[in-house]
């Protein structure tokens, strides 16, 4: 199994940086890639970036190109989430995932086989 806690959330105004970490401890897989999502009050999940572990290459979802960045720490087993310029409708609960079965990168919440709970991000106007 593996486990994926979230920190780093937390009440920032608009224009603000906040950075997520996401520990992972557990059995990991060969070739295993991880994402980060989130969903905001009365909205559906959203995808907001994902990196392959290995060689760490990365994609991301339109509305966060340019203020976002996806990264991974070999050494720590630890993803990040670099929020930079963020804006109000970042208002959300972040989560990481994590899986293992497909290849390429992978935007569709199903084809994640772990989860953390989740940290909230909240920002001012």
């Known amino acids: 199994q593996v486990q994926l806690v979230e920190s780093g959330g937390g009440l920032v105004q608009a224009g603000g940086s906040l950075k997520l970490s996401c520990a992972v401890s557990?059995?990991?897989?060969?070739?295993?890639?991880m994402g980060w999502f989130r969903r905001a009050p009365g909205k559906e999940r959203e995808f907001v970036a994902t990196?392959?572990?290995?060689?760490?290459?990365?994609y991301y979802a339109d509305s966060v190109k340019g203020r976002f960045t996806i990264s991974r720490d070999n050494a720590k087993n630890t993803l990040y989430l670099q929020m930079n310029n963020l804006k109000p409708e970042d208002t959300a609960v972040y989560s990481c995932?994590?899986?293992?079965?497909?290849?390429?990168?992978?935007?569709?919440?199903?084809?994640?086989?772990?989860w953390g709970r989740g940290t909230q991000v909240t920002v001012s106007s």
């Open positions: 557990g059995r990991t897989f060969g070739n295993y890639y």
């Open positions: 995932a994590a899986g293992y079965a497909r290849s390429g990168f992978i935007t569709n919440a199903n084809d994640y086989n772990y």
């Open positions: 990196i392959r572990w290995s060689p760490g290459s990365t």
